[in-house]
């Protein structure tokens, strides 16, 4: 696990919140790389908002299907079974509640489980996508991100950013520890190997609860 790059480290520890049966989407960028560490006899199914279920692995390069695409507009294979809808019918299964989970990175997370990830003002930024709906909707929902960006904060006490949506998260899984958001504020639930207690205190813009096996 040490030997893991730090997004990989992110992405590997996200993984073990996989459970068999889920259907997950991945947003764009590191949490994609969840895919690649789906625990040993854990069957889930991917889907992709622009209307994919069953997605699979990236494609390799000289096998692209330019109709195959993810949301983030990588080509991707997909499996035996899978299926292709419109984007209505993609919100309206994300809107529904079929989705158990879904990874997302974020510009900033608070103890409120409030995220923002879509706008800087004054910058060029993607936009939201499909996020809104896939926070509002999924049963669980992981930010996925490093923990701090250029030395700044982006676990805060408060978000300072435009919000996405409002006391939405449950979990927080950094290359430096794993946090809970619960109603008593953050949950320092796990230190990632390479860090400490004392690291992840001075990179958090946040009060801690810790654990007890942390105590």
């Excluded at 994300?94 to 706008?119: C, F, K, P, Y």
């Excluded at 809970?180 to 992840?200: R, Y």
């Amino acid at each position: 696990m040490s030997e893991l790059n730090e997004k990989d480290l992110i992405a590997s520890r996200v993984a073990r919140e996989l459970e068999d049966g889920f259907v997950v989407n991945l947003g764009i960028g590191l949490p994609t790389l969840v895919a690649n560490f789906v625990p040993e006899g854990i069957h889930i199914t991917l889907q992709a908002e622009n209307g994919l279920l069953g997605m699979g692995a990236l494609c390799a390069p000289g096998e692209e299907d330019p109709d195959v695409i993810n949301a983030g507009n990588q080509f991707v294979t997909y499996g035996k079974g899978a299926a292709f809808f419109d984007s209505a019918m993609s919100f309206a299964m994300i809107r529904g509640g079929h989705v158990n989970m879904t990874v997302l990175g974020a510009l900033q997370v608070d103890e409120q489980g409030n995220i923002a990830s879509h706008m800087v003002p004054g910058r060029m930024v993607p936009g939201m996508g499909g996020a809104m709906d896939l926070v509002a909707g999924a049963r669980k929902v992981i930010v996925a991100m490093l923990h701090t960006s250029k030395g700044a904060h982006k676990i805060l006490k408060s978000c300072t950013l435009p919000l996405t949506a409002k006391a939405k998260v449950n979990l927080i899984v950094t290359e430096k520890a794993v946090l809970e958001v619960t109603p008593a504020g953050l949950l320092l639930k796990e230190i990632m190997p390479g860090s400490s207690l004392e690291d992840v205190v001075a990179s958090t813009g946040a009060d801690l609860i810790l654990a007890d096996h942390l105590t």
